[in-house]
């Protein structure tokens, strides 16, 4: 299985601007560019690389933890996970992603929150989302419910 997705660039690094669009049509001409990346921090001006994996690695996770917490036979009620992905300055220049930092809340009946947290600890690890992303330090924050 592929998926696809096309980023249409325009003019230099920091006056010019971008689109994105992917197969699914979800991002369908999303606008990005340096601002949007490294200069606005209310994440107004449009959309962002890390903004993107931070989506995916939250999806990804979600979807994983949900899919063990069934396997489990104690189905979600609900999961609310949120990442943080971090980019900083790189040693001899440019910028590199440096963290994603997953916040989850979760509600699940008949299941310990050892348990919840032994599972979750487990999708972190297995989510190909966490899997692609193994270069950089990945943490988990639970709350339980």
Request: glycine fraction near 10%; charged fraction near 20%; include cysteine.
């Amino acid at each position: 299985m592929d998926r696809h997705a096309t980023a249409v660039w325009q003019g230099n690094l920091k006056e010019g601007s971008g689109t994105l669009i992917s197969q699914s049509s979800a991002l369908s001409g999303l606008p990005y560019s340096f601002k949007a990346r490294f200069e606005d921090e209310s994440g107004q001006s449009g959309t962002n690389p890390e903004e993107l994996i931070a989506a995916a690695h939250a999806g990804c996770f979600s979807m994983q933890l949900a899919h063990m917490l069934a396997e489990n036979g104690t189905p979600a009620e609900s999961l609310e996970t949120s990442a943080e992905v971090e980019v900083q300055p790189a040693a001899g220049g440019g910028f590199e992603i440096t963290r994603s930092a997953l916040k989850l809340t979760g509600r699940v009946s008949g299941i310990e929150e050892a348990q919840f947290r032994e599972i979750a600890e487990k999708a972190k690890a297995g989510c190909p989302v966490s899997k692609a992303l193994k270069a950089i330090d990945i943490s988990l924050d639970i709350t339980f419910s």
